[in-house]
């Protein structure tokens, strides 16, 4: 596992190796001494969760606020994403921005997202498998949502006209939005 820092303070890039022979592929995605050791967090994942989409679906952006807000730990086992978070901690210096990054089953990257963060996600193949872990359960009650094209944030998804969800297309815009996190 080779992780890598980026500069949002606690997004990681983590790099599994992955092991193959005449008998096909093994890959270790978590290990959570070594999570610990290597980066410095306590994190406890309580609840894991798989989408499969096809092609051109966009998914977010996505958070719960406290006491149920979560951390992720992100990766695709089939397929490819661009895999995108948005700041929402009102005192860093990142607030308001955002990371993206290419997850796929061929590079075997993975990302960790602390709480605190918007999280979205394009397809870029059919049938592409998005996994991630939770550090808290998922509460509708404290669910929220940011809009995934709000011209405040930015974001170019690189996609024409994607599919997504009634609800993630009538979300918040970041100006009508009060970020809880710090």
């Known amino acids: ?39 410095g967090l306590n994190v406890t994942f ?12 966009l998914r977010g952006l996505h958070l ?3 006491p149920k807000g979560q951390a992720k730990l992100v990766r695709v ?10 700041d929402l901690r009102r005192t860093e ?8 990054i290419e997850l796929s089953a061929e590079n075997a990257t993975q990302l960790f997202i602390p709480e605190g963060f918007a999280h979205g996600f394009l397809t870029l193949e059919d049938q592409t498998v998005f996994a ?3 550090s808290n359960y998922y509460s509708k009650e404290l669910e929220r949502s940011i809009r995934w094209n709000d011209p405040e944030l930015a974001i170019d998804w690189g996609a024409f006209n994607p ?18 996190f710090f």
């Open 163 to 180: 599919l997504v969800s009634e609800r993630d297309a009538q979300a918040s815009f970041m100006r009508e939005f009060e970020s809880p």
């Open 1 to 39: 596992m080779k992780i890598r820092r980026t500069e949002f303070r606690d997004i990681l890039i983590i790099e599994s190796s992955v092991f193959t022979d005449g008998r096909g592929a093994f890959q270790e995605t978590f290990n959570e001494a070594r999570f610990r050791v290597e980066t």
């Open 132 to 134: 991630y872990k939770c």
């Open 93 to 100: 210096p990142t607030f308001g921005r955002h990371f993206m």
């Open 46 to 57: 309580v609840q894991d969760n798989e989408s499969v989409s096809k092609a051109n679906v």
């Open 64 to 66: 719960q606020f406290p």
């Open 77 to 86: 086992s089939r397929g490819r994403a661009l895999d995108v978070v948005v």
